[in-house]
């Protein structure tokens, strides 16, 4: 699959997110639109995954550790197959298995359970961990959240993955530069972030994580020590009212925005 | 609202005075293994049986944050180096990476001091091991009020922490054989267990006084009978009652003893068989806070069963606990044996 064919496979992702967010009255958008273009690249390109056997045992594993943009996964997760995809309609809904955050119990396809931010990457170590005890094959990716990062837990982790030497975990940093109630800049500024995790031991790329010719590389990058990808990204990616607008991290669009957002969604498609 | 630890603005701070040559003596503080009553003991049970395990079970795997010599999680770490990984003193990423193994199929025993599980990892613990339901086995050195280093280290109140917590087995062993036997039923089970260790050199109780006992998870057991007093009790505190029921005795009150190590899911069918027998004075004793630890749980079994016999309590205090020798410690604070015999002559 090529760039062109991602980027319009991530477009149809953000439209059906959009309408679900809508629908739902609910959801976490402007994160959604900043992952979706790395989602896609994960699984219509990277991932080595059996969407009819969600638990195979080399299939690579992928950690959403911004659990709280559960609806982009399970868009994902629908168009390639794990769920069905008319079942987007349900998220949120009273009995639905689409909660605000993915449960791994209840969605083939989610590798763990996640919400409380700080909690994906620690996970994935041992996940990382066990392949090399085994000798699996299996790569293990977590996408997290660049507010995330000011969890102490994914400071641990990254100690613990350059001390194990995992060379096959990759950490994605969603550095859209916005936190729920502010900029990462008036929050706590973790940013720059490649220089930190570079002293902890690891490999770092940056890239521009909204451009598949640059993700799909970085995601690809095999090395001998544990990889971060410092994905600069924008909140709210792909709708120009959203964009780098604090607003849109919980915002649900009024009718007349979401006509404007699909518009502009659907232009390229 | 206790009295101690109050904050007060216009307190005024008074120097102690140091012991004389020849006065004081060394401190106890650190002795946490219960080694000196009377009984003999065995050398890291836990180590020992859970090496035992692992040479039965590839699956188990240990983890610890920098404390495997004081969890006995060493002896497992000479005998399975490469089943062993050394967290550092990162208990959020050691429970977290636990999960991830056991996850991909391992069994993982994580060690730390009980503090630290139940206060510092406790989001991780739930959401990663427990939620998901995964066979991670905590387990944890200096639970209740076993060291003499203050409130830091005292987990008095892990109990209650855990209690809450929806899927997570618990289990509060008395003596190097209830650990012992423990180790292999912990792992055959299938999901999450918390399990305060007793450490070190650990005294062999119960079968001194109940020769046929065999822990089970999940249930209680009656070591002996008596027509005064029943004393439910875990943990230690079993072998205080045992200590306690013998002295009684010779004051000729009759008190029977059960042991009640699973506190969660605690066996209601035994409890209140035998609390329901009547004419007896029912106590718990634990060694923990009597906020939401064995007594409360007792408790609230026996009224939502309309099992309602005069009822005591032995536990800590609501409070954050002196530093000191534990002896003294354990007195003050009413769960040596000595204070447990008062507490339970002045309920008669």
Request: hydrophobic share 40%; glycine share 8%; with cysteine.
């Amino acid at each position: 699959m090529q760039p062109n064919d991602l980027d319009r496979i991530a477009r149809q992702i953000r439209l059906r997110d959009l309408q679900a967010v809508f629908e739902a009255g609910a959801g976490h958008i402007g994160g959604e639109m900043s992952a979706i273009d790395i989602l896609t690249a994960l699984y219509f390109r990277v991932l080595r995954i059996w969407p009819d056997q969600p638990k195979h045992p080399d299939r690579d594993r992928f950690v959403l550790s911004k659990g709280h943009v559960a609806l982009a996964l399970y868009v994902t997760l629908a168009k390639r197959g794990f769920i069905p995809e008319e079942e987007v309609a349900t998220f949120l809904k009273p009995h639905s298995r689409l909660n605000g955050h993915p449960n791994c119990n209840k969605v083939p396809g989610v590798e763990t359970n996640t919400g409380p931010l700080g909690h994906g990457l620690p996970v994935a170590v041992g996940m990382a961990k066990a392949a090399k005890l085994t000798g699996a094959t299996y790569r293990t990716y977590v996408l997290t959240g660049d507010g995330e990062m000011q969890e102490g837990s994914n400071w641990e982790a990254i100690a613990s993955g350059a001390q194990f030497g995992l060379d096959n975990l990759t950490l994605i940093i969603d550095h859209n530069r916005f936190q729920q109630g502010a900029s990462l800049k008036d929050t706590n500024n973790l940013a720059p972030f490649p220089a930190k995790l570079e002293a902890f031991g690891w490999d770092v790329t940056e890239i521009n994580g909204n451009a598949m010719d640059e993700i799909v590389p970085a995601l690809e990058k095999r090395g001998s020590r544990p990889h971060c990808i410092v994905a600069h990204t924008n909140k709210g990616h792909g709708i120009s009212f959203m964009q780098d607008k604090v607003d849109w991290h919980h915002k649900v669009p009024n009718a007349e925005q979401y006509k404007i957002a699909v518009a502009e969604l659907s232009e390229a498609l | 609202m206790s009295a101690t630890h109050k904050y007060d603005p216009h307190r005024k701070w008074e120097a102690r005075t140091p012991p004389k040559p020849g006065e004081g003596g060394r401190t106890s503080a650190m002795i946490a293994s219960l080694a000196a009553e009377g009984y003999e003991t065995v050398s890291a049970p836990f180590g020992h049986a859970l090496v035992e395990e692992a040479k039965k079970n590839d699956r188990v795997v240990g983890l610890t944050a920098d404390l495997s010599k004081y969890t006995d999680l060493h002896i497992f770490a000479q005998a399975f180096p490469e089943r062993f990984y050394q967290m550092g003193m990162a208990e959020q990423v050691m429970i977290s990476a636990a999960a991830g193994m056991a996850r991909e199929g391992f069994i993982p025993f994580a060690t730390t001091y009980a503090v630290f599980a139940s206060r510092r990892a406790y989001d991780f613990i739930a959401m990663a091991i427990a939620e998901e339901y995964l066979p991670v086995k905590i387990v944890c050195a200096l639970p209740g009020l076993t060291t003499g280093y203050g409130p830091s280290h005292q987990a008095t109140e892990d109990l209650a922490i855990f209690r809450g917590l929806p899927n997570l087995t618990i289990v509060d062993p008395c003596d190097a054989i209830d650990v012992m036997e423990a180790v292999p039923a912990i792992t055959a089970h299938e999901g999450p267990v918390y399990m305060r260790l007793p450490r070190g050199k650990v005294p062999s109780v119960i079968r001194e006084h109940c020769p046929d006992y065999k822990f089970e998870l999940g249930k209680a057991k009656l070591l002996r009978d008596g027509k005064d007093v029943l004393v439910i009790a875990s943990g230690f505190m079993t072998m205080r009652a045992l200590d306690a029921a013998v002295e009684l005795e010779a004051q000729g009150i009759s008190a029977a003893v059960l042991h009640c190590p699973t506190i969660k899911p605690l066996d209601t069918e035994t409890i209140l068989a035998e609390a329901g027998k009547g004419g007896r004075l029912v106590v718990t004793a634990e060694n923990h806070t009597k906020v939401g630890g064995l007594g409360e749980a007792v408790a609230s079994t026996l009224l939502t069963n309309g099992v309602t016999p005069t009822f005591r309590m032995i536990g800590l205090p609501d409070q954050f606990l002196d530093a000191g020798a534990l002896p003294t410690l354990h007195d003050r604070y009413g769960i040596s044996t000595a204070a447990m015999i008062t507490q339970i002559r002045g309920w008669l």
